[in-house]
């Protein structure tokens, strides 16, 4: 149980072109969704903590008109890269939860974003 | 503040030896702590966790992982290493007291665990 599906899995795309990523809880109900992104050889940066049907919590320094993230749903949370340019290119992580604290987050398999 | 230390960006071990992964950490309060390992181009698959109760805790694929709040450390183990275990391995850890709600973990910044045949 507890698996998170996320899609796309690879994207190549233009400069300026805006990219949507979901992520899925698929056999859970997910309070808590985060979005981190990894630098290649480097740990998870937590960008968002996004809760269903209220605005994200943004990490300082990530912009959050660049990075619009949606949680419509207790199983679908959405990360969008707006205006997307090469120092956006990243391994874009997602990750679901239950609510309570000492839950493990459940992650999902990642985006690896090439922006030419 | 919460913080995750893996001193080693590097472990290597030869296949059917005992593998350590090192972690420590620093919280305010009582620390809830993780373990995930990532495969190439994959995202992280949960290990074990240690939320409260008896410091050996027990995980998928045969790892385990002791805490000590002495030393603050939850060290990930196995007593005999596979090359399929060979990834990359992160130690987390949340604030007990951090908030409602399931807050972001910190993680460590990755330790590579290569098992040579």
């Known amino acids: 149980g507890a698996v998170v599906s996320q899609h796309p899995s690879w994207v190549i795309c233009k400069s300026g072109t805006s990219v949507k990523i979901e992520c899925r809880s698929l056999?859970?109900?997910?309070?808590?969704m985060f979005w981190y992104r990894q630098f290649p050889k480097q740990s998870l940066m937590l960008m968002a903590t996004?809760?269903?049907?209220?605005?994200?919590?943004?990490e300082q320094g990530v912009e959050k008109d660049k990075f619009l993230i949606n949680h419509a749903s207790l199983t679908l949370s959405t990360l969008t890269v707006t205006s997307a340019h090469p120092e956006d290119s990243s391994f874009y992580i997602c990750?679901?939860?239950?609510?309570?604290?000492?839950?493990?987050?459940?992650f999902g398999d990642g985006t690896r974003l090439s922006i030419l | 503040a919460q913080s995750v230390a893996q001193p080693e960006d590097q472990v290597n071990v030869a296949e059917g030896n005992p593998l350590t992964v090192k972690c420590t950490y620093s919280?305010?309060?009582?620390?809830?702590l993780f373990w995930y390992v990532q495969y190439p181009n994959r995202g992280l698959q949960f290990l074990l966790k240690?939320?409260?109760?008896?410091?050996l805790v027990k995980g998928s694929y045969g790892f385990e992982a002791e805490f000590n709040k002495s030393q603050t450390s939850f060290h990930l183990k196995k007593p005999s290493a596979l090359v399929s275990d060979s990834a990359l391995y992160f130690c987390?850890?949340?604030?007990?007291?951090?908030?409602?709600?399931?807050?972001?973990?910190?993680f460590g910044k990755g330790t590579h665990l290569i098992i040579q045949p």
């Open positions: 990750s679901a939860s239950r609510s309570q604290g000492y839950q493990p987050q459940h």
């Open positions: 056999d859970f109900q997910a309070t808590t």
């Open positions: 996004s809760n269903e049907g209220s605005k994200a919590t943004y």
């Open positions: 919280v305010s309060g009582n620390p809830y």
């Open positions: 240690y939320i409260t109760g008896d410091n």
């Open positions: 987390a850890v949340r604030d007990e007291n951090s908030g409602g709600g399931a807050d972001g973990l910190t």
